[in-house]
């Protein structure tokens, strides 16, 4: 994959908070895949970006790529706390995956 | 609820050890993946293998073998591990070429001792 840049490393909000992570690549991509990691837990993949800037939404997260296909970003509305846990942005290319840094997201009550 | 399962969850082993790590799946996916995951990093690939062959290997230390002996199973030999191996060793599955992202197991929980 190529190398993606991921911001915030840590996010800390309260319940009902905004929360955004970013990421950016100085060169072109294909793709952008977003995935949540629990605290002891595994990445499960949350959705795909391909298209010059595409939205997606899933309830409360919102997923955009941008125009020029270098950024990408996640974000959720009045978070909740099921929403902690290790947000990590990942690009695809020739069959090699490379995963941002990750934002860590916790939320208090 | 992960459609990808490894086992065993937790494993404890001797530098002098040789022990498995071992993953399978039944969605109809043909590309495997060994990943590594150090604590508060993200996941670092190791080895895909594309219809039953390695396809890419990241340089890994020989210390790791993998195999893939059907499309539905993927292991990972380890042999001579040092400390530094400790991490939580993740196998994925997708769709050949990564498209519509990867479906991840649980992980292998190792300490090398």
């Known amino acids: 994959g190529q190398q993606v840049m991921q911001i915030p490393q840590y996010q800390h909000v309260q319940e009902g908070e905004d929360f955004t992570t970013y990421c950016n690549s100085s060169t072109t991509l294909s793709n952008i895949q977003w995935y949540k990691q629990r605290p002891g837990g595994h990445p499960v993949f949350l959705i795909q970006?391909?298209?010059?800037?595409e939205v997606k939404k899933q309830k409360r997260l919102t997923f955009q790529f941008g125009e020029a296909k270098k950024n990408s970003s996640l974000h959720i509305t009045a978070t909740q706390t099921t929403d902690v846990g290790t947000y990590f942005c990942?690009?695809?290319?020739?069959?090699?995956?490379?995963f941002g840094d990750g934002t860590t997201l916790t939320v208090k009550p | 609820d992960t459609e990808v399962t490894q086992t065993p969850k937790h494993l404890v082993m001797g530098m002098t050890n040789k022990k498995s790590l071992k993953c399978e799946q039944h969605?109809?996916?043909?590309?495997m993946y060994w990943y590594k995951q150090k604590a508060k990093k993200p996941p670092e690939l190791m080895f895909v293998y594309s219809y039953e062959k390695l396809s890419i290997n990241e340089s890994v230390p020989s210390r790791f073998s993998p195999e893939c002996p059907n499309s539905s199973l993927l292991n990972l030999h380890l042999h001579a591990l040092q400390p530094e191996d400790s991490a939580l060793y993740l196998c994925a599955s997708s769709q050949v070429g990564g498209f519509y992202g990867y479906t991840f197991g649980s992980g292998t929980r190792l300490t090398v001792v």
């Open positions: 969605m109809g996916h043909r590309a």
């Open positions: 970006l391909v298209k010059s800037g």
């Open positions: 990942e690009n695809t290319n020739a069959g090699k995956s490379t």
